[in-house]
C-alpha cells in the first residue's frame, strides 16, 4: 500500500473506533438510566432479557473498540515505517489497558443494576 492508502485506511478505522467508543458509551448511559430510574420496579424476567442484552451489545462494542484500533495499529506501524515522525499512539499496551477498562464498565453497570435491586439495609 502507498503511504496515502494507508492513512487513508488508518483514518477510516479511527473514525470507525470513535464510532463503536460513541454507541458503546449510549448502550452503557442507557443501561445505567434505566437501571437507575426504574431498576427496583423490574422483575426477574426484564431484568434478565436487559441485562443479556446489555452484555451482547456491550461486549460486542468492546469488541469493536478492539479489533478497529488493533487494525490502526497495524497501518499506524507501517506508515511510522515509512514515515518516521508519525506517532503511534494507540500501542498494544493502550489496547489492552482499555479493552480492561471497557471489560470493567460493562461489569461495573451490571454491579450498579445489582446494587440498585438489593440495596444494603442499614
Do not use: C
Request: no cysteine; proline share 2%.
Amino acid at each position: 500500500m502507498t503511504e496515502a492508502e494507508l492513512i487513508g485506511a488508518a483514518s477510516d478505522l479511527a473514525a470507525g473506533v470513535q464510532e463503536s467508543v460513541s454507541l458503546y458509551l449510549t448502550v452503557v448511559s442507557a443501561y445505567l438510566i434505566v437501571a437507575y430510574v426504574a431498576g427496583k420496579d423490574l422483575s426477574l424476567f426484564q431484568v434478565m432479557i436487559i441485562n443479556v442484552l446489555f452484555v451482547v451489545f456491550g461486549i460486542s462494542f468492546v469488541f469493536a473498540i478492539q479489533e478497529g484500533l488493533a487494525n490502526h495499529y497495524l497501518f499506524a506501524s507501517e506508515i511510522a515505517e515509512i514515515r518516521p515522525d508519525y506517532k503511534v499512539v494507540f500501542t498494544p499496551s493502550i489496547i489492552r489497558i482499555l479493552f480492561a477498562i471497557d471489560t470493567g464498565g460493562v461489569l461495573a453497570a451490571l454491579l450498579f443494576m445489582w446494587n440498585v435491586r438489593h440495596p444494603k439495609i442499614e
